[in-house]
């Protein structure tokens, strides 16, 4: 039972992080109706240099050598950087590619993950890098009186957690009160609409992407403090992508409770189902569960209802 | 960083000149991955053999004079572009290859006879290609999963007091989810039965970026000990989980592909107490570690950083170099010193390999690795390895040098060699054949 | 002034539906089929055959199955690499298990299980659409994946789940050399393309192609969404697993799961994409691209003498991998056939502007 409430725990804070990721693709897909294929990158990219730049800054003005200056210093550079990808990805490609089909933005997107990888590992090398904002990576053992050997609660992924809740709680905020946040749903209803009342779209976009870049920096510090920034964290996205189905393309709350559901189903049915089938079943089943809730939901449980026009 | 790029285009000059294929040179293709989630620990592997090559030209001028030439290839780990690579560096004179991956060694197994090129898959690759009558062209030296998973058992019998105790323990196996990972399972399946301890096998999905689930089964059936069988990034994220769900690090073993800097220095303290296989040492002390350092980094064509030198995956892949060298140097013996060799010659060299203590002193390998001696029927040379510890900031060695149980390995290894040739209708080689 | 079919006359309706009406047309893809089957096998080096020319062509063949799922029938499928696999492990599995089975059997029954798993995994486009089936169909992807390494049956009882075939032969022909396996692959390329081909041009096209239009005025028309669908996930599959088969066969030899992973489901998708949808020939462009374009940026630095580290390397070669696709797709969005298309009409009106 004890082992059961753990795997409970474990599932639902695995949860949030993957929603943290999710977050991105719902906010690009939201905003510009682009299924941003390179959010997986886009998080490496940012954990890359908040990574490189905690170490450069110390090298380059050695009075900054604090560590916690240094972070604060490295993530609002890496920030910098982000925005400047979102600029140029703006400003190059999605401007020239209004309007044009799904599957063409998204290969665009995909596209762009290729040169993200690149980019980021010339800039910033391939190595394993450490991200160091001081999360505790010792567990802490709780309700030791009711259960025999207690539960175990890993400190780094309950902060992680509740720092996911908080941000989604901001651009949930965001996206609801503000002027700003109206005009990126009116962005995300009808482009060309939006552009005939006079939103300037690529002030938009370029908002959006830059949103999007933020929420994938403090998911590349969370995971990169989690995992070490390098390469594979990329792929952390492909387990991102179930939340993002099983919540709705569309939909903020859905990215959060997809993540719980997904996170939670993954860790129980691996622990549970997967030694009877051999084990490394957590991957397939997560989109096996968002695949079953679809067929009862085909947009996802908060997505927008798909209306056609024939 | 500027340092890097130095040496880079310094040593691509080098490979660019080796585009023109001049009479006597010997020319080895290195496929390399420096790029994906496996470059942090292919790096210094690749780094390893390009400066041994760059040695015994700058130190020795050759092998009797042959220059040595080079050419990397990268494969990122996967299968099609090490084929690829293989294809397009073949027709250059390889005489060997050192295909640094379990996907790409099975791939290669099946070309590699037919354009009678060697395969040296020192550490890794398929474990019965140790039967050098049937796997005439696999050399899988010093070690293969099934010697390690051994090793690795007798020093967990050992800690406990004795084989016997380990009736009724726990091992769990985390492994790569890949031939690679599964490799060492028959092995440790026939000391299960024989040990009575009962195996768990935790597979992690490739590249292994998250394992929590992983290690939560780890915590629900608390074994214990653990063996890491991982590759890459998939070693420091265990290391960090096991901290994470709370798992003594002491009670982990690693194989030799789990225990070098990468997978431990970003974990630091946390990784305190993790032991490792290891084949070879580590460190800057042994002479030719010198000797690179002399003759190659202090000229400013090193490939790699100067800190990287002497690290363990470094090291090893100089050694792999080594007997690369050593191979074409006992075939230029039979077949004509001084003279470029082919990949059949250098086949037979790889063979009839006779490092003992004195050559390997007089290579300056005194304290790096144990003697190795191959021959037709042992394609394998040396089955030995040490356990090392991680204290939080280097590697110690904490065991004696163990030895493989040759009682269970040969018929193990001769059953999966007839297998394999039942399979392929491959006859086994007769002794005459053994001299040519 | 060359390609204009002035005086060519069709007195039968079966002349008038033929593929290539346009007697330039017919000559250019005779010269094309004599070169590739007799001028090159005879001239080519071996490692053009080898590393290039024959996954090409397994690629293009595979990329012409995932066109006729997502060109022609408009359903966005990420899991092409699990249905190569189950194609290339059904294939090993009936070579293996049946005594004698001829190569070409294997490879179309190899490319019968994928039909049945394709079916199985189309099934949710039944009522998920757009992106959401697009990500649906990574379970499959997955899902192949996992079962590749972990069920037994589907390997053969090996141990490691590495597979490798040896000493292929065809009506008693050896496929050993470079030559054979290039001739064998484009044999089976030619053959696919023209049964596509025809299939598109016939009923069952029509029907995908009004699918992917606007499927519930198709609906409404008549057009069952259940057999529509169905079919083109099924004959998709099914090229795709025999593709899968030759690669595993004919270009790896021996092969893990890994060789099909969802790198090869986006390599497959931007062929199709880059080739352009709906459209045999974009299959065998998008492939060309895709293949050579890696290759020839890694060895540009090489060619140029330029001092660039393998690393380095590797990196340009992502970096303008991505530029490239990004490029393609902003200048002709509807991929290469598009483009070859405008081509051959500037070509018609030459040396005329209008």
Redesign the interface.
């Known amino acids: 039972m004890a082992?059961f409430i753990?795997?409970l725990i474990?599932g639902l804070m695995?949860g949030m992080l993957y929603s943290l990721i999710a977050l991105g693709f719902v906010l690009i897909y939201k905003a510009s109706g682009v299924?941003n294929f390179a959010q997986g990158a886009m998080v490496l990219f940012a954990a890359l240099a908040m990574a490189r730049f905690a170490e450069w800054i110390p090298q380059w003005v050695p009075a900054l050598a604090n560590p916690i200056v240094a972070n604060v210093l490295a993530f609002a550079l890496a920030l910098g950087v982000m925005v400047l990808v979102a600029i140029a990805v703006e400003k190059?490609?999605l401007s020239?590619?209004v309007n044009?089909?799904?599957?063409?933005l998204?290969?665009?997107t995909?596209?762009?993950?290729?040169?993200?990888?690149?980019?980021g590992?010339?800039l910033f090398g391939?190595?394993?890098?450490?991200i160091d904002v001081g999360m505790p990576?010792?567990?802490v053992?709780v309700a030791e009186s009711l259960f025999q050997g207690g539960i175990?609660i890993?400190k780094?992924?309950l902060y992680s957690a509740l720092i996911a809740t908080v941000l989604v709680a901001l651009l949930a905020l965001f996206f609801q009160k503000t002027a700003t946040g109206r005009a990126l749903r009116a962005v995300a209803d009808d482009h060309q609409a939006a552009q005939s009342i006079g939103i300037p779209l690529s002030t938009i976009w370029i908002i959006v992407w830059s949103v999007a870049g933020f929420v994938a920096l403090v998911a590349g510090v969370i995971w990169g403090s989690?995992?070490?920034v390098?390469?594979?964290?990329s792929?952390?996205a492909?387990?991102a992508?179930?939340v993002?189905?099983l919540g709705g393309?569309t939909s903020i709350p859905g990215a959060i409770v997809g993540g719980l559901v997904i996170g939670v189903g993954?860790?129980l049915s691996?622990?549970y189902i997967?030694?009877m089938?051999?084990?490394?079943?957590?991957?397939?089943f997560a989109?096996?569960l968002?695949?079953l809730f679809?067929?009862v939901r085909?947009?996802?449980l908060f997505g927008e209802k798909?209306i056609?026009r024939? | 960083m500027r340092r890097q790029w130095l040496t880079m285009i310094l040593s691509v000059m080098l490979a660019a000149g080796a585009q023109a294929q001049q009479a006597k040179e010997q020319f080895f293709p290195l496929l390399v991955y420096r790029t994906g989630p496996y470059a942090p620990n292919g790096t210094p592997w690749a780094n390893g053999k390009q400066d041994y090559i760059k040695l015994i030209n700058a130190r020795d001028g050759g092998i009797n004079g042959v220059k040595l030439t080079f050419e990397e290839c990268e494969t990122g780990y996967a299968t099609d572009k090490g084929v690829e690579c293989y294809e397009r560096l073949k027709g250059k004179g390889a005489s060997m290859i050192d295909p640094q991956a379990t996907g790409i060694t099975f791939a290669l197994t099946e070309k590699a006879p037919v354009d009678k090129i060697p395969l040296l898959t020192l550490g890794y690759g398929l474990s019965a290609a140790q039967d050098g009558n049937v796997f005439k062209w696999n050399f899988p030296l010093m070690g293969s999963y099934w010697t390690a998973a051994d090793m690795l058992i007798q020093q967990i019998a050992k800690k406990e007091g004795g084989f016997d105790k380990l009736k009724g323990k726990k091992i769990a196996l985390v492994y790569h989810d890949s031939p690679f990972g599964k490799e060492p399972m028959p092995m440790l399946e026939e000391r299960s039965k024989m040990n009575g301890f009962e195996l768990i096998k935790i597979p992690v999905t490739a590249p292994g970026v998250e394992q929590k689930s992983a290690w939560l089964q780890v915590r629900q059936q608390r074994p214990d000990y653990v063996l890491l069988w991982g590759w890459g990034v998939m070693n420091s994220t265990a290391l960090k989980e096991a901290q994470a769900t709370g798992y003594p690090r002491e009670k982990m073993y690693g194989v030799w592909w789990a225990g070098a800097e990468p997978d431990v220095k970003d974990v630091g303290e946390g990784a305190k107490g993790y032991n490792a296989l290891n084949l070879n040492s580590s460190g800057q002390a042994p002479k030719v570690i010198q000797d690179i350092l002399k003759y190659v980094h202090d000229k400013g064509q090193g490939t790699g950083p100067k800190d990287e030198v002497g690290s363990v995956l470094y090291t090893r892949g100089m050694i792999i170099q080594m007997l690369s060298v050593e191979a074409v140097r006992r075939a230029q013996e039979r077949f004509g010193k001084g003279k470029v060799m082919t990949g059949e010659q250098v086949r037979w060299g790889l063979e009839n390999l006779a490092l003992d203590q004195k050559k390997l002193d007089a290579l300056g390998f005194a304290g790096v690795m144990r003697p190795l001696s191959t021959s037709c029927a042992d394609h394998m040379g040396s089955t030995w390895a040490r356990v090392q510890t991680w204290d939080g900031t280097k590697w110690n060695f904490s065991s004696d040098w163990l030895e493989a149980d040759t009682a269970i390995l040969k018929p193990m290894v001769k059953a999966a060699a007839d297998k394999y040739a039942a399979d392929k209708k491959i006859t086994r080689r007769t002794p005459e054949d053994c001299q040519s | 002034m060359f390609y204009r079919e002035a005086g060519q006359f069709k007195s039968t309706y079966r002349a008038d539906q033929q593929i290539l009406p346009i007697r330039q047309d017919r000559v250019a893809m005779a010269l094309l089929l004599l070169t590739a089957f007799v001028i090159v096998p005879l001239t080519a080096p071996e490692y053009l055959l080898r590393a290039i020319l024959v996954p090409f062509l397994i690629l293009s063949l595979a990329a012409l199955g995932l066109n006729i799922l997502v060109g022609y029938c408009g359903q966005i499928s990420l899991g092409t690499g699990a249905f190569m696999a189950v194609g290339a492990y059904a294939a090993y599995n009936a070579q293996a298990r049946i005594e004698g089975l001829p190569l070409i059997v294997s490879l179309l029954l190899g490319g019968a299980c994928a039909t049945v798993v394709g079916v199985i995994f189309g099934v949710p486009s039944l009522r998920i659409r757009g992106l959401y089936l697009a990500v649906a169909t990574l379970a499959a992807q997955f899902f192949v994946d996992w079962a590749a390494l972990r069920l037994r049956f589907v390997t053969n009882g090996s141990e490691s789940g590495s597979v490798s075939v040896s000493g292929l032969h065809v009506f008693g022909l050896p496929i050993e050399s470079p030559a054979s396996k290039y001739l064998l692959c484009l044999s089976f390329a030619v053959v696919f393309a023209l049964l596509a081909k025809n299939l598109v041009r016939s009923g069952i096209g029509r029907e995908w192609m009004a699918m992917r239009d606007m499927d519930v005025a198709a609906a409404v028309i008549g057009i069952r969404p259940v057999h529509a669908k169905l079919t083109a996930f099924a004959v998709s599959a099914f090229i795709v697993g025999v593709a899968g088969g030759l690669w595993g066969f004919v270009h790896l030899g021996a092969w893990e799961p890994a060789a099909f992973n969802i790198d090869r489901s986006f390599q497959l998708l931007f062929m199709v994409i880059i080739g352009g949808l709906g459209s045999i020939s974009g299959g065998f462009l998008g492939a060309a691209f895709i293949v050579l374009l890696p290759i020839a940026l890694e060895r540009l630095p090489q060619l140029l003498h330029l001092p660039v580290s393998t690393a380095m390397s590797s990196h340009l070669t992502s970096m303008v991998f991505g530029v490239l696709i990004v490029f393609f797709l902003i200048v002709e969005p509807h991929g290469l056939a598009r483009l070859w298309a405008t081509a051959k009409e500037k070509l018609r009106l030459w040396p005329f502007p209008h």
């Open positions: 082992f753990e795997t474990g695995a299924f190059l490609a020239r590619l044009q089909e799904g599957i063409t998204l290969m665009a995909l596209g762009f993950t290729y040169f993200l990888d690149g980019l590992q010339t391939n190595d394993i890098y450490k990576k010792d567990p053992i175990l890993s780094e992924d989690k995992l070490g390098q390469f594979s964290l792929l952390v492909l387990k992508l179930p993002v189905i393309l993954e860790k691996e622990i997967g030694p089938l051999g084990g490394g079943i957590e991957i397939w989109y096996v968002a695949l679809l067929l085909p947009q996802g798909i056609d024939v």
